[in-house]
């Protein structure tokens, strides 16, 4: 188990939803399918491994991977067709579904968390910055619902959707990049972590890059940023 589970043992959207009477039922959909993996992945784990501190830890993991395929889409899909082309419009135009289903799936991330505990030896540390991170997606969810969002102005709404999603993909930064380079030193740093860490950075990069280059070329439809249901 790694330091930290031991530490704690001590474009417009069209899925507005609002106005389109099929869209509702498919975000449903998707948030009912990322909560259903999220949970078999951590089920199929626990069985194997077992329900103690190991075990979840592992699930913890496994779940933490699903979570980070869903978030990623929301965080870089709307970068990503800007520079890829209108191949990757429609994933940017699902960005609000991604995201609410990697709140979805979060959940189970953080019931294994509760679990771990309840079942760890000794409960010291309580990781702030960790449960910062899930605040942040469930703000984001409550706020991606368009009554709840019109309390904010639409400038405040893109500080609050911004800063939160650059906080959550710090936090899979902190998870995949700076606590296994802790664990085990810069010349035994896991290969199964790098897929994840290019994703993460190259989104970063992506996002960055459709930051600077706005704004952009005329004519040309651009998809909202992520978690956006306008
Ligand atoms: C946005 C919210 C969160 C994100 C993005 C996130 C991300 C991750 C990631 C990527 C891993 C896998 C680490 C690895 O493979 O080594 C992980 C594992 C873990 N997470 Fe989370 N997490 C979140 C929320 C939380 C919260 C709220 C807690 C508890 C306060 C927590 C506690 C843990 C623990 C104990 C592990 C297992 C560490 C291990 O032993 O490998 N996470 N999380």
Redesign the pocket.
């Known amino acids: ?8 043992s001590g474009s417009p959207n069209r899925l507005a939803g609002a106005r389109s009477i099929g869209a509702l039922p498919v975000v449903g959909c998707w948030i009912a399918a990322a909560f259903v993996v999220s949970l078999a992945l951590a089920a199929l784990v626990l069985a194997i491994a077992g329900v103690g501190e190991h075990g ?3 699930a ?2 496994a ?3 699903w ?2 395929l869903l ?1 990623w889409p929301a965080y870089a899909g709307s970068a990503l067709a800007r520079f890829c082309g209108p191949r990757f419009a429609g994933l940017a135009r699902q960005g609000r579904a991604f995201g609410l289903a990697f709140a979805a799936a ?1 959940a189970v ?2 019931g ?2 509760l679990w ?2 309840a079942v760890a030896a000794d409960q010291r ?10 605040a ?2 469930y703000t984001l969810a409550l706020f991606s619902l368009p009554r709840v969002r019109g309390w904010l102005g639409p400038r405040a709404w893109r500080v609050l959707s911004e800063g939160a999603m650059q ?3 710090l ?2 930064a ?3 990049i700076v ?2 380079l802790q ?1 085990n030193g810069p010349g035994k740093y ?1 290969l199964t ?1 790098l897929p ?1 860490v290019v994703m993460l950075v190259g989104g970063a990069l992506l996002r960055l890059a459709a930051q600077i280059r706005r704004p952009r070329m005329a004519g040309q439809a651009v998809p909202q940023p992520h978690w956006h249901s306008r």
């Open positions: 188990m790694t330091a930290r589970a031991s530490e704690l979840t830890a592992l913890l993991r779940t933490a991977r979570c980070f978030f979060l991330h953080v294994l968390v771990l505990m540390t309580p990781m702030l910055l960790f449960w910062a991170g899930a942040c997606a906080y959550i993909a936090v899979f902190v998870d995949f606590e296994p664990a896991p972590y994840f």
